[in-house]
């Protein structure tokens, strides 16, 4: 039975790499070709791919299909499925424009971005003291990383790494060509901590499903789920500000960075700082979700605390629900 297996484990490991390179070549030639296309090509031709990934992936589109009916209970299916099509379609041509972004120089990728709220980053960043950005995988969060650095200052980020080594590589380089290093998570916050310290800025996302100890259950379109309090332990540790950044599309080709009000941080002795701060910092994500849904990337299994309760029959986690952070809009009603 041993002989057996490793017989049938033997050929797995010995096609990985030659998959990894094929997948690897692949995108080499994606991105060649988006360096002599214009961008309203890109764009549909994006959108293009992201509707073949939806017809294609199935198990995806059914979790997203699934997430967005819970998150807008109020949504027909029809409109709760254009929802969905519209996220693939945006994430084809995120990955599209990701790739035409390496081919271009910093002056180029600059005069398509406008932004909005920079004063508010002018103003962290003269203080002298670490920043904080956080966003989700919502817009096109890919490019807030070269943007932000070429506009600002480089951020020092975390990144889950590629199961392609020949990817991942080529992707760290497109993010760190303009200075922004990347850490893995292993042992992230204290890299991140230390980048505080320095008086650097770091950037983290926070809309990812959380299993280990770190976790903290807050909710999230009125369900709960297990979040990363990482960006709330080095907040209250350190005292800089937090600010939400997103990258939006505009219709004619180009992108709108914003950059909202700093979220504010709760005082580090309350017993539910941690939580409170995690909270605020989701409620922005969500009004922006709320706005643009076909935006964010609803296939992934965020609410696995909801759907395991659920399934087991549990009553999930007591909830701490803090309201949205003052100055910013109010939460809208669910089906808004």
Request: positive net charge; aromatic residues 8%; hydrophobic residues 45%.
């Given at each position: 039975?041993?002989?057996?297996?490793?017989?049938?484990?033997?050929?797995?490991?010995?096609?990985r790499?030659?998959?990894h390179?094929l997948?690897?070549?692949?995108?080499?030639?994606?991105?060649?070709?988006?360096?002599?296309?214009?961008?309203?090509?890109?764009?549909?031709?994006?959108?293009?791919?992201?509707?073949?990934?939806?017809r294609?992936?199935?198990?995806?589109?059914?979790t997203?299909?699934?997430?967005?009916?819970?998150?807008f209970?109020?949504?027909?299916?029809?409109?709760?499925?254009?929802?969905?099509?519209?996220a693939?379609?945006n994430?084809?041509r995120?990955?599209?424009?990701?790739?035409?972004f390496?081919?271009?120089?910093?002056?180029?990728?600059?005069d398509?971005?406008?932004?909005?709220?920079?004063?508010?980053v002018?103003?962290?960043?003269?203080?002298?003291?670490?920043?904080?950005?956080?966003?989700?995988?919502?817009?096109?969060?890919?490019?807030?990383?070269?943007?932000?650095?070429a506009?600002?200052?480089?951020?020092?980020?975390?990144?889950?790494?590629?199961?392609n080594?020949?990817?991942?590589?080529?992707?760290e380089?497109?993010?760190?060509?303009?200075?922004?290093?990347v850490?893995?998570r292993?042992?992230?916050?204290?890299?991140?901590?230390?980048?505080?310290?320095?008086?650097?800025?770091?950037?983290?996302?926070?809309d990812?499903?959380m299993?280990?100890?770190?976790?903290?259950?807050?909710?999230?379109?009125?369900?709960?789920?297990?979040?990363?309090?990482?960006?709330?332990?080095?907040?209250?540790r350190?005292?800089?500000p937090v600010?939400?950044?997103?990258?939006?599309?505009?219709?004619?080709?180009?992108?709108?960075m914003?950059?909202?009000?700093?979220?504010?941080?709760?005082?580090?002795?309350?017993?539910?700082?941690?939580?409170?701060?995690?909270?605020?910092?989701t409620?922005?994500?969500?009004?922006?979700?709320?706005?643009?849904?076909?935006?964010?990337l609803?296939?992934?299994r965020?609410?696995?605390?909801?759907d395991?309760?659920?399934?087991?029959?549990r009553?999930?986690?007591?909830?701490v629900?803090?309201?949205?952070?003052?100055?910013q809009?109010?939460?809208?009603?669910?089906?808004?």
């Amino acid at each position: 039975m041993t002989k057996m297996a490793e017989r049938s484990a033997g050929p797995v490991r010995r096609h990985r790499p030659v998959r990894h390179r094929l997948e690897y070549v692949a995108v080499r030639g994606v991105r060649v070709t988006m360096g002599l296309l214009p961008q309203r090509w890109i764009g549909s031709a994006g959108a293009r791919l992201g509707s073949l990934f939806h017809r294609l992936d199935s198990r995806r589109r059914e979790t997203a299909v699934t997430n967005v009916r819970a998150a807008f209970p109020l949504k027909t299916d029809s409109e709760c499925r254009a929802i969905v099509r519209g996220a693939f379609e945006n994430l084809g041509r995120h990955v599209l424009d990701f790739l035409r972004f390496d081919t271009l120089s910093v002056e180029q990728m600059m005069d398509l971005v406008e932004f909005e709220g920079e004063e508010r980053v002018e103003q962290a960043l003269a203080a002298g003291r670490g920043v904080m950005f956080y966003t989700g995988h919502f817009g096109f969060w890919e490019l807030q990383i070269m943007v932000h650095a070429a506009r600002f200052t480089p951020i020092l980020m975390v990144a889950r790494a590629l199961d392609n080594a020949l990817l991942e590589a080529m992707i760290e380089r497109v993010r760190t060509r303009v200075g922004t290093r990347v850490i893995p998570r292993q042992g992230a916050v204290r890299g991140l901590l230390r980048g505080l310290l320095e008086h650097q800025s770091v950037g983290m996302m926070i809309d990812q499903h959380m299993q280990d100890r770190s976790a903290v259950t807050i909710e999230f379109f009125n369900r709960p789920a297990a979040t990363t309090s990482s960006i709330a332990v080095l907040a209250l540790r350190t005292g800089v500000p937090v600010i939400p950044v997103f990258a939006l599309p505009l219709p004619d080709g180009r992108y709108r960075m914003i950059y909202e009000t700093p979220v504010e941080v709760p005082s580090p002795e309350r017993p539910d700082a941690v939580q409170t701060l995690t909270q605020r910092c989701t409620d922005v994500l969500e009004m922006y979700v709320r706005r643009y849904p076909e935006l964010w990337l609803w296939m992934h299994r965020r609410w696995r605390v909801a759907d395991e309760a659920a399934a087991g029959g549990r009553t999930p986690a007591t909830v701490v629900r803090v309201g949205a952070n003052a100055g910013q809009a109010r939460r809208s009603s669910p089906d808004s």
